[in-house]
């Protein structure tokens, strides 16, 4: 069920007890002294960077005097939070903090513009891929890279699937990643997920010129609850980063909003993929 992830719900918490520490006007380091440790555990823990125990949700509610259905709820949560994940066997070649986001998220908006999307690759463009970006990764790892990838797609196909909102530079399109025979394949794995009810899939062709997203590909995550608000993730090579401030968010939609309107619809954006194809000889 989306929204009920591990990943999801330890932002929550953190979340909370963060809230519940201002209201109870107490700093971090006042917060350590009372629970007699460091004021960097309390800081780690607010900002997700490590686990939080039930025991610890515990003592930190006790210290900021919150009401007994608030404490049993949220040291429910702690315990939810702490529950492994299918993804986490992918920990050590993936963010499964993004991974967590992407299943637990209701909508996607997303913009790529050196290479076609995760969600919307073929095998063997993932492969390709993977091989020229990590060229000293194993076939063992490759294989892994490419299930976890699969994995991932299925959350289009689901029986309440994700939706998803994708804008494709054209030069995503034109780069022969693995040559003519997997761009054709590609191609046609573009047009049959474009296909689907819940994707819209848009191209920026070249005649459109400078556009709103050049300076880089992003993703808005979208969940089903009031309770956990949109997150802009930014991907690099080695790490990625996390956007959830509002006006951050807000900066990010306004400028989707833009490429959108820069882009082809996706009718058009369909024949231009089909032409595109039609050279691939």
Known sequence: MRGSSPTLRKRRLVSELRRLREAAELTIEEVGERLECSASKISRIETGRVGVSP????????????????LEELVQLAREARRKAWWDEFGDIVPGRYVGYEADADSIRTYQGLMIPGLLQCEAYTRALISQVLPDAST???????????????????DDPLRLHVVIDEA?????????????????????????????????????????????????????????????????????????????????????????????NTRDSATLITEIARTLA
């Open 55 to 70: 025991r610890d949700v515990r003592d930190m509610l006790t210290a900021y005097g919150a009401d007994g259905a608030t």
């Open 140 to 158: 063992a790892e490759i294989d892994r890279r490419v299930r976890l990838r699969k994995a991932r797609q299925a959350l289009l196909s689901e």
């Open 172 to 264: 995503a399109l034109r780069r022969l990643v693995g040559g003519t025979g997997v761009m054709r394949t590609q191609m046609a794995r573009l047009l049959e997920v474009g296909a689907l009810p819940n994707v819209t899939m848009q191209v920026v062709p070249f005649s459109a010129g400078g556009h709103a997203a050049m300076d880089g590909p992003f993703v808005i995550l979208s969940f089903p609850e009031q309770l956990d608000p949109d997150v802009v993730y930014i991907e690099s090579t080695r790490s990625g980063v996390y956007l959830e401030q509002q006006s951050d968010v807000h900066w990010y939609a306004e400028m989707f909003e833009r490429l959108v309107k820069s882009a082809l």
